[in-house]
């Protein structure tokens, strides 16, 4: 028996497994959810999925408007792009004439002279798509929530022919592309991840709801929420690595470690193990465990690791920093040449 997951509209909770009656069922009454089965490559919206339409002679499940109609947010640009490097990348966007993308305050690397550079009030996501006020003054709260700034820059190609801009990573890592189509739609990642996207992506919040997980989850309660169809680009720490669960396979996660997950992963918090493993263990006391189904995203060289080590390694009290030298103390560091 097929057994059917969603996520409704503007949820963050998993629903399932749905034997097919109850799945038609919620399908009715959530028609712009996202849905998932086995043997599907991903999370996709339940109007694009054959099985979940109405049987003949039964009530039509409500649609909702094409992109673009009646208010909704329009397609993202359909941008091309390349990833240059790997310790410290960088991504280059070729934009066509009149395509845009967006990125986050001090990302930029160099442009092309034809592209104009604007800064443009909340995520970017309602410029020149008919966006009123009060949407643009709900996209910069948000943004303000996750620790950015309430002003987003955007690059337009003015001139003619191919234009490129590039942006580069913040620290060393991996930049990793992800089409939000692919991906249902919507992605819950780290606060800092979002480096650049297409015109069109909307960054917003994800609040974690169980008090636990938003304390001591690494990322606190509030995440970063990508949503639409175009392209962005995420950055994560070190190396990156993904993994696919199937439905209830969980995976336990030091809590820094968590770049992003697909919005049917359920994201919480579990004590490392007894007394002894807290205290001395050296991880903490919280590991973050998923459970899928759902594709997650984890970065071996999570920027608080990285800052820690710097901040450890540091001269204390204007002095040597720790780890250096020798055993024989001045001496030695004369006899190494460091004095």
């Given amino acids: 028996m097929t057994q059917w997951y969603f996520v409704p509209p503007h949820g963050t909770d998993r629903v399932g497994p749905l034997d097919e009656a109850s799945a038609l069922e919620f399908v009715r009454q959530h028609p712009e959810a996202q849905a998932w089965r086995e043997g ?4 996709k919206p339940v109007r694009e999925v054959p099985e979940l339409r109405a049987p003949a002679g039964g009530p ?6 094409p992109p673009g109609a009646g208010g909704a947010r329009g397609r993202s640009d359909d941008i091309d792009f390349r990833i240059v490097g790997n310790d410290m990348p960088f991504v280059e966007i070729e934009l066509d004439p009149g395509e845009s993308a967006i990125s986050e305050a001090g990302a930029l690397m160099y442009k092309d ?5 604007d800064t443009v009030f909340g995520d970017g996501s309602h410029s020149g798509q008919g966006g009123g006020f009060m949407d643009k003054i ?3 709260g948000k943004r303000v929530l996750t620790g950015e700034s309430l002003f987003t820059t955007m690059f337009t190609h003015t001139g003619s022919g191919k234009a490129r801009v590039a942006f580069a990573a913040p620290y060393p890592g991996t930049v990793v592309p992800m089409k939000l189509d692919e991906h249902g739609g919507r992605l819950i990642c780290q606060k800092d991840s979002f480096l650049a996207g297409a015109r069109g992506v909307s960054v917003g919040i994800h609040l974690q709801r169980k008090i636990l997980t938003g304390l001591f989850g690494g990322e606190g309660f509030i995440m970063q929420k990508l949503e639409g169809d175009g392209w962005v680009f995420i950055h994560a720490g070190g190396t990156m690595v993904e993994r ?9 996660v030091d809590t820094g470690c968590v770049v992003a997950y697909h919005a049917g992963v359920s994201m919480d918090v579990r004590p490392v193990g007894g007394v002894k493993s807290m205290f001395f263990g050296g991880e903490g006391v919280f590991l973050a465990t998923l459970t899928g189904p759902g594709k997650v995203w984890l970065q071996s060289l999570p920027f608080s690791r990285m800052a820690g080590r710097m901040l450890a ?6 002095g040597q920093a720790r780890g250096e030298g020798s055993m024989l103390g001045g001496l030695g560091r004369l006899l190494d040449g460091d004095n």
């Fill in 40 to 43: 599907m490559s991903g999370w």
């Fill in 60 to 65: 039509p499940p409500h649609m909702p408007p």
């Fill in 113 to 117: 002279a034809s592209i104009q550079m």
């Fill in 138 to 140: 709900f996209s910069a």
């Fill in 244 to 252: 696919d669960l199937a439905p209830g396979e969980r995976l336990d």
């Fill in 313 to 318: 390694a540091a001269p204390q009290g204007g």
